[in-house]
């Protein structure tokens, strides 16, 4: 069979979602399971997103505006940006894969950090290989260290990923810092500005949108996603902005009815209510000022995160306390796959999660380090 495969798609390690609450369920007969693996909203969506997901469903058996023409219309209008700088995709990870086919060259290079979303190493490595992948290591404080990628920018490279928060030590880094970053790249290579978990950012007068800067920088590319703090994971819809002749190109990749019909009428539905997207950020903002202490309070080395997530290291064997948490119910991320097999994340879930999360992790670690 690997004769027939195109050779760089063998270099893939597939990507390891959480695993399904009812996967866990089955396996270890339990009737409670918290699953906060996964960063996804902890609130269910909110009643005029349902009533639009209902009212589509009399329509899937047609297929859907292969432009997006009604959401891209409401996401520039939200964004304050023209219909010619956006374009849809389902979820950002398919526009990270069509910016990586649209734009890379044979020869040419993926540049980012150490520790960051691994999709951008396999998306990069389906289509030009391994060696086409560079990383930076990561300043102390587990953020971009933008000096360090700044000098491992070559002829070669051609795409630049920052994930800002990034995912999964939820660090940020200031506006200035960004912008004398974008500031440095020649025009000829792209910046890609991964906003995914831009809204729950504590302090957004001090953070890059990144939309004032593509109006004048053709090279710079913003990340967005429905995915996160409106609640739509399930749905897979994202956009990206950019510079008209940007996005042109993209959609010469753009597979056709690429968002389902639902996906487009929920996220447009999702941009009219901005009262569900605060609120679930001042609630992930007080449980997560709730949940820090305590991971510190067990003897934890924790990262202070501006999203709605938290890295923390158990001091303990991972691949066993990830065991010894899911026989108790619950599902967090172990970090291995993201380059830090010493961590695990957790998502900041409600109080009630949280507790359950807290307890479980207190019992395993006593049971590990009796």
């Known amino acids: 069979m690997e004769s027939l495969v195109n050779p760089h798609v063998l270099e893939v390690t597939p990507y390891a979602p959480g695993k399904p609450v009812e996967d866990i ?3 270890f007969g339990l009737a409670k399971v918290v699953k906060l693996a996964s960063n996804e909203n902890m609130l269910p969506i909110p009643e005029n997103v349902r009533r639009a997901i209902t009212d589509e469903l009399s329509q899937v058996h047609c297929y859907p505006d292969s432009d997006n023409h009604y959401l891209r219309r409401r996401i520039a209008e939200y964004n304050g940006v023209d219909l010619a700088n956006v374009i849809v995709g389902a979820g950002s990870v398919e526009i990270i894969q069509m910016l990586i086919r649209a734009f890379l060259k044979p020869g040419q290079k993926v540049l980012t950090s150490e520790k960051t979303f691994s999709l951008y190493r396999s998306a990069t490595t389906e289509i030009a290989g391994a060696a086409a992948f560079v990383e930076a ?12 990628i700044a000098g491992r920018v070559d002829a070669a490279t051609k795409i630049i990923f920052i994930t800002n928060p990034n995912n999964p030590t939820g660090t940020v880094l200031p506006a200035a810092a960004i912008r004398a970053f974008i500031d440095r790249i020649p025009d000829d290579r792209i910046v890609v500005l991964d906003n995914a978990y831009q809204e729950y950012v504590d302090h957004p007068e001090d953070y890059v949108t990144g939309i004032g800067e593509i109006g004048h920088r053709r090279n710079l590319v913003v990340l967005r996603t429905f995915s996160k703090v409106y609640g739509l994971a399930g749905l897979r819809v994202g956009y990206a902005l950019a510079h008209p002749e940007f996005i042109a190109i993209l959609n010469r990749v753009k597979p056709p009815f690429n968002v389902t019909r639902i996906g487009q009428r929920a996220a447009l539905a999702s941009l009219d209510n901005d009262d569900f997207k605060d609120g679930s950020v001042r609630l992930n903002r007080a449980n997560k000022a709730g949940l820090f202490p305590r991971l510190l309070g067990l003897g934890l080395r924790a990262i202070p995160s501006q999203a709605n997530f938290i890295l923390f290291f158990p001091g303990v064997d991972v691949p066993e306390l990830n065991r010894r948490l899911l026989r108790r119910g619950v599902i967090i991320r172990p970090m291995a796959g993201f380059g830090i097999p010493d961590a695990m994340r957790v998502t900041v879930g409600t109080q009630e999660e ?15 380090k009796k």
Do not use: G, S, T
């Open 25 to 27: 369920q089955r396996e």
């Open 137 to 148: 290591p990561m300043d102390r404080e587990l953020r971009f260290d933008l000096e360090a």
């Open 354 to 368: 949280n507790d359950f999360f807290v307890a479980a992790l207190e019992a395993a670690l006593a049971e590990m």
